[in-house]
C-alpha cells in the first residue's frame, strides 16, 4: 500500500486529494490532532490511533495536542485545570496502550505555549480575520450550541484558538473526528488573509453510540463517554463489553446506521489483517462464516446472517482487541488510578 492509500484509508473526508499529494512529496511534513482531556477514552478512539500509526508509518512528524486550556474554557471536569492536566497523562498511556509509540509521536499540552505572545498575536489575528457569526458556526467542535456564548465570552475564543493551534504549530495537515471539520475549515478560510498555509484536512468517521438509531444527527449520535451505557470504554471487562453489545441497535438486515456493522468496519478490520472474521453458528442455522473483508460481511448481514450472531462475534473480536490495552493498564497505573481516586474515571 503506497502513502496515499495508507492515508486515505477509513476517511470520510480529504480538503484537498491534491495538497495531500504535495505534503506526502515532503520531507517530513507536519500533522497534528487535539483531544481535550476529559474523562475516559472510549473505543472510537481506535479509529484515530490507527491513523496516527499511518501517519508516523508515512513519515509524518506527529502531534498529539492535549488541548488543556481548550478543556478548562469547555468546562471539562468541573474547569479543575490540575485535574485536566492529570487526565492529558492518563490520555498519553491510552494512545500507548493502542499502540502508538510514544517515542515517535510529540505530546504537547497547550498550557506549554500560552505564555508565548506570539501565539495569542496569532489568537487575536484569527479573530480579525472572522466575524462572530463565523465563529460561533464553529462552536459545534466543542459539543456546544451558538447560545453558550451569549452566557459566557470565552466559548467564543475557542475556535479562534484552535485555528491558532494550527498555525502557531505550522501544520500541514490538521486532523480530526468529522466533528472538527468547522475548525479545520476556518483556519483554511483564514490562513490567506494571515499569510499562513492553509492545512490540508483529514477527517475519519465518528463512531456511533452503540444505543442511536437512524435520524439522529451525526453529532449527536456519536459514542460519547457522557453516554456510558453508548459507549464501550477501553477498560470495559469481557462481560461488561458482550452485555452493552448484546443490547445494542442493530436490527435484522439494516446496514445503514448500523453501530455494530461501523465496529466491524472501521475497529475490527483494521486489526484484522489477513486473519479471517469468524462468525460462530451452529450447523442447526448454517454453520460457520468467515469474511475476508468488510464488504463481504455487509451485503451478508444484509441477506442471512442473524443480528445475535453478528454481536457475539462482536463482542469477542472487541475483546481480543481491549485485551492488550487492559494488560497496559495493569503495569501503568498512576494517573489512571489517581483519576478514579478523584472520581474522573469511574469502571
Not at 153 to 182: C, N, T
Request: charged share 30%; net charge negative; aromatic share 10%.
Amino acid at each position: 500500500m503506497d502513502k496515499l492509500d495508507r492515508i486515505t484509508a477509513n476517511t470520510e473526508e480529504i480538503i484537498t486529494i491534491e495538497e495531500l499529494k504535495t505534503v506526502l512529496s515532503k520531507s517530513k511534513p507536519k500533522a497534528y490532532i487535539g483531544f481535550e482531556p476529559s474523562g475516559t477514552v472510549h473505543l472510537g478512539w481506535k479509529i484515530c490511533t490507527n491513523k496516527i500509526k499511518d501517519f508516523l508509518d508515512c513519515g509524518f512528524d506527529f502531534t498529539v495536542l492535549l488541548a488543556d486550556w481548550h478543556a478548562y474554557i469547555n468546562d471539562k471536569l468541573g474547569g479543575d485545570i490540575e485535574k485536566i492536566k492529570l487526565c492529558g497523562h492518563y490520555m498519553e498511556d491510552c494512545f500507548a496502550s493502542m499502540g502508538v509509540d510514544k517515542n515517535k509521536v510529540r505530546f504537547i499540552y497547550a498550557s506549554d505555549y500560552v505564555n508565548d505572545s506570539d501565539y495569542w498575536e496569532i489568537v487575536l489575528k484569527t479573530a480579525k480575520s472572522t466575524s462572530v457569526a463565523r465563529v460561533k458556526r464553529a462552536m459545534d467542535i466543542m459539543g456546544r450550541g451558538e447560545e453558550e456564548a451569549d452566557k459566557d465570552l470565552s466559548k467564543l475564543f475557542y475556535p479562534a484558538m484552535q485555528v491558532s493551534d494550527i498555525f502557531y504549530l505550522d501544520l500541514d495537515v490538521a486532523y480530526g473526528g468529522m466533528d472538527q471539520r468547522h475548525a479545520h475549515m476556518l483556519a483554511r478560510d483564514v490562513s490567506t488573509k494571515l499569510n499562513r498555509k492553509a492545512p490540508t484536512a483529514i477527517h475519519t468517521p465518528l463512531l456511533t453510540g452503540l444505543q442511536a438509531g437512524s435520524r439522529m444527527d451525526p453529532t449527536e449520535a456519536k459514542m460519547s463517554k457522557s453516554k456510558p451505557d453508548t459507549m464501550i470504554s477501553i477498560h470495559d471487562d469481557p462481560e461488561k463489553v458482550k452485555k452493552k453489545i448484546n443490547k445494542a441497535f442493530c436490527p435484522e438486515k439494516q446496514t445503514e446506521d448500523n453501530p455494530i456493522l461501523e465496529i466491524c468496519k472501521y475497529i475490527i478490520f483494521p486489526e484484522l489483517h489477513d486473519e479471517m472474521f469468524l462468525i460462530k453458528r451452529p450447523e442447526k442455522f448454517g454453520g460457520n462464516l468467515e469474511f475476508t473483508g468488510y464488504n463481504e460481511l455487509e451485503k451478508a448481514f444484509a441477506e442471512e446472517i442473524h443480528p445475535l450472531d453478528l454481536k457475539n462475534a462482536t463482542a469477542e473480536y472487541i475483546n481480543k482487541i481491549l485485551e492488550p490495552i487492559h494488560t497496559f493498564f495493569e503495569k501503568h497505573t498512576e494517573s489512571f488510578d489517581e483519576l478514579k481516586k478523584q472520581g474522573v474515571i469511574s469502571i
